[in-house]
């Protein structure tokens, strides 16, 4: 992306525009801080791009920086004439979630956003613009921060509640498993990291030698991509698990697995296990069983 010649609706102040680094799993919200602010000094090093700093322990929040209200922490003050800058960060998981409000114009939509925001007495974690897109589509784009509190499924809830007229949903980025839905498939955290400790066990196992690891380092390698396109049924949730948990002893058996990709595998699993129902936990006990004695 050039700045110079990109055009769009959405805020930014950079092609990147915002890398947040989040905690999963036992990892803290200051170790990511300090994650940051290795990232942001390599940007700055390497790519000679300003960098604000922003969320948790920083003086700015996001909101400030595309006001104009902030300065860059590395670089700066002129920005990157093609590049911007970049907002590094620490920041629990969120959902960036958007709906297409068809028959609804920006007046109304607005009035909608409005109405949901936590900011003005609506849903709990909510923050919601409205975006008028090219052919006149209308957009309702949200951050869900809460997502234990209003995961999409709940204000795709309360807006049919409300009787607005839905149209095309989507999820941003990655979304964690105990709050997908229909428009998540594809996007599942869990599921991701899954498959990046099948890719990267599947790489081990294709450069040490030998068909038999060869042929191993292919079949991870499908799982790894079948694993990032993971949907979000119940169904789906509970093979991704079951899947996530036998990486480690495959991986073992080739060689290939070290602490960090056991813990991936495990955090992956888990994440993935504890997004299922009560229902679906009832309806398969028997491979929930198997699954939790596993993961240990």
Not at 115 to 123: C, D, F, N
Not at 250 to 258: E, K, P, T
């Amino acid at each position: 992306i050039d700045l110079r010649k990109h055009a769009g609706v959405h805020p930014r102040v950079g092609a990147a525009d915002v890398v947040p680094i989040v905690p999963i799993g036992a990892t803290t919200i200051d170790a990511c801080r300090e994650v940051a602010h290795e990232v942001g000094r390599r940007i700055w090093t390497d790519l000679h791009i300003p960098v604000f700093f922003y969320g948790h322990g920083e003086e700015w929040t996001l909101a400030d920086i595309r006001a104009g209200r902030a300065q860059p922490d590395l670089g700066g003050p002129d920005l990157h004439p093609a590049a911007g800058a970049v907002c590094v960060g620490a920041r629990p998981p969120l959902v960036a979630f958007n709906v297409l409000l068809p028959d609804t114009t920006v007046a109304e939509a607005r009035r909608v956003a409005r109405s949901l925001r936590e900011s003005a007495g609506g849903l709990r974690g909510v923050q919601a613009l409205v975006f008028e897109l090219p052919g006149g589509r209308i957009q309702l784009s949200m951050n869900l921060f809460r997502v234990d509190e209003s995961p999409p499924d709940s204000v795709i809830e309360e807006l049919r509640h409300r009787g607005v007229h839905l149209g095309d949903q989507q999820v941003v980025g990655l979304c964690p498993a105990v709050a997908a839905n229909d428009a998540a498939s594809g996007r599942i955290l869990e599921a991701r990291v899954g498959a990046a400790v099948a890719r990267e066990g599947g790489r081990g196992a294709g450069q040490a030698g030998g068909d038999e690891l060869a042929a191993l380092g292919q079949r991870l390698a499908k799982e790894a991509e079948s694993l990032a396109a993971l949907g979000s049924s119940q169904e789906e949730l509970l093979a991704g698990a079951e899947r996530c948990a036998a990486l480690p002893p495959v991986l073992q058996a080739a060689g290939q697995l070290d602490g960090e990709l056991q813990s991936m595998a495990h955090l992956a699993a888990r994440g993935l296990r504890d997004a299922l129902s009560e229902a679906t936990r009832l309806r398969y006990r028997a491979r929930m069983a198997a699954l939790d004695r596993r993961l240990g």
